[in-house]
């Protein structure tokens, strides 16, 4: 009884995003209310901290919703895992207060965009990662990422879609790591537009290449121009990593 | 022209096996042929270091044959991997002597297998791993490990089903390693009888949770009695590492 938040996994490999659709695809949010149905006879409303694009994966989106099913709150994760499919994983449930909003209560969030600079793609990881194996110079990737961090008006790092009241974020790190023959891009920001982690990550491959100079990202922000960035990097490379409140 | 010794990787999710089935099932061996036939017009005689089960996985098997395809040695990775699908990834081609044969020269393979000890299961590794979110006391598993190294008659840890000359194999190292919240079990040896790493991973989990005493190893391997062993471990935890020549 009372306001739940869940912290979830799914992997978005068969999903066609977080969000439900008119037309009846496979969603996470889907899933989930369809499991919600079976164990308490009711669909709350779900809302989630950020609702994440078909082929993008979770390992730590934060639900949140108001039941009135006396179910103990440690007791949910199995009950709800008892009835979701195996793509999805409800690691965590904790009681919170009614004014708790999984999305307008969120200070920042965190993404990860793993790139695989192997000649063949690694098993367990392609899944998960973005296959490219190519040449990239991870000193210009790092140069150019440095700019990204603060506050900066992101339209040109946004795909057109979402309406959003302004397009102000502000980056808390953008960090480039090399773990063996992956590249790990780490993004914790205050919010994020429609693809903005895939256009970031699309332009700095651009930059890593040698097809741009690290002063494109510069360019990109002072512009507010979407022509400019690299190419959307896909979707499977991307996980949101958590959630902070 | 001549012999090729292939390394390839595979997910054995949706394989039965590495070996052409007589039904017509999807095996590692089929697609593999399929690619052949496309690439060369011609289907060689496959031989495979080790016939991994249905829903094993390999990032280290190898495959040789004979072809008459006017293909360099060095273009037979990107050609094979043009025509497999995205769960076989062919590593690497090299010419070798005509009398190499990927199963009978080989000295040793190396297999892998992975237990999540989670409370749920991790989204990256839930396709290669036995969840098994139980206490284990690890230190009881390494002392039953320890039994296991050197040469013995391992019948106790044969499934029934492959006829064999010999039930005696060496172990040469059997690696007990806790990384983050996963047990890594890596087996090298001479040989491994049917399903022989799945019933030792089996009958370690069954010490290692206190149901038997490390002192079990040696009982079966003395007795050679399956029945004393503890449950086979599930496939998908396996993986052929690599085969050493």
New interface residues.
Partial sequence: MGTIKLTI???GTEFSGYQRQAQGERTVQGELEKALQRLTGQVPKLIAAGRTDAGV?A?GQVVSFTSTARIPVDRW?AAL?ANLP?DI???QAEAVPSSFHARYSAKTKTYQYIVSRR???D????R?SYHYPYALNVAKIREAAAALVGEHDFKGFAAAGSPVVTTVRRLERVAVEEVGEELYFTLTGNGFLYKMVRNIVGTLLLVGSGKAEPTLVREILDRGDRRAAGPTAPPQGLTLMSVEY
Same sequence: chains 1, 2.
């Fill in positions: 996994a799914y992997e994966h390992k994760p895992n195996p994983i409800v690691y000649r063949w793609p098993l367990f990881l392609r998960f």
